[in-house]
């Protein structure tokens, strides 16, 4: 039974524009068919065949705003699946300067479905550890510190059935950084606030806006450099 199970998500990734539309929507955000159709470069009646297939098999949920119709991975658990399948073809040798930049982007700062991945990612989970903000004694959690440093810099975790912090494996860096509720939330006040952007490709650009409330964190980005 496993061996049919595990045969089937593959059959459901093994089609190049569903496997294209899963990697677009890892950015963590909610999209319309039509811009999956786009990112994917089909029809829109062939797109939503696919979504059907994707909604099927447990991959993504459709949800409802207004007369608004949108698409976003079913749950973190998906996403992550997808991630690490996603590294083997990141892992291709690069072909020209564009993709050489663009790989350079990814493993200093991505999105890893709605948290912070690759060198910063990284990073905020060591100076959150080295700074007493979260405690990893008995499982990842925040301290009391941790919980006023988020409140100052106006992060605000929603309740919910959701682990707070866990760790993730990086597939760039190889070592953890931090996923759950509390990252998902940092990675929402960081965009909104105009610490950090998306460029539309999972790459996060960190902004000089985000110097002060990182350095709250524990992260010097001077020091981390970048691209």
């Known amino acids: 039974m496993e061996t049919i199970a595990l045969a089937e998500v593959a059959a459901v990734l093994a089609d ?21 159709a786009k990112a994917a470069g089909i029809a829109l ?44 073809a990141e ?30 990612g990284v990073a905020l989970r060591d100076g959150m550890l080295a700074t007493g903000l979260i405690d990893a004694d008995n499982g990842l959690a925040l301290t ?29 860096e190889r070592r953890d950084h931090l996923a759950g509720a509390v990252p998902a939330a940092l990675l929402e006040r960081a965009v909104g606030a105009g610490w950090v952007g998306r460029d539309g ?3 996060v650009k960190v902004f000089p806006a985000a110097e002060k409330p990182f350095a709250a964190l524990g992260v010097d980005l001077a020091a981390l450099g970048g691209p």
């Open 16 to 36: 190049p524009s569903r496997a294209t539309m899963c990697l677009a929507l890892l950015d963590g955000r909610a999209w319309t068919v039509g811009e999956l």
């Open 45 to 88: 009646s062939t797109a939503s065949e696919h979504v059907s297939r994707l909604v099927d098999a447990g991959f993504v949920a459709r949800v409802k705003q207004g007369r608004a119709s949108y698409v976003r991975i079913a749950d973190p658990r998906v996403a992550e699946l997808i991630e690490h399948l996603a590294q083997h």
């Open 91 to 120: 892992h291709r040798p690069v072909t020209g300067l564009k993709s050489s930049l663009r790989v350079k982007r990814l493993g200093f700062a991505r999105t890893c479905y709605d948290h912070l991945a690759g060198v910063l």
């Open 144 to 172: 009391g510190r941790g919980r006023e440093v988020l409140a100052e810099l106006g992060v605000a975790v929603a309740p919910g059935r959701r682990s707070p912090l866990r760790d993730c494996l990086d597939w760039t």
């Open 201 to 203: 490709h999972r790459a």
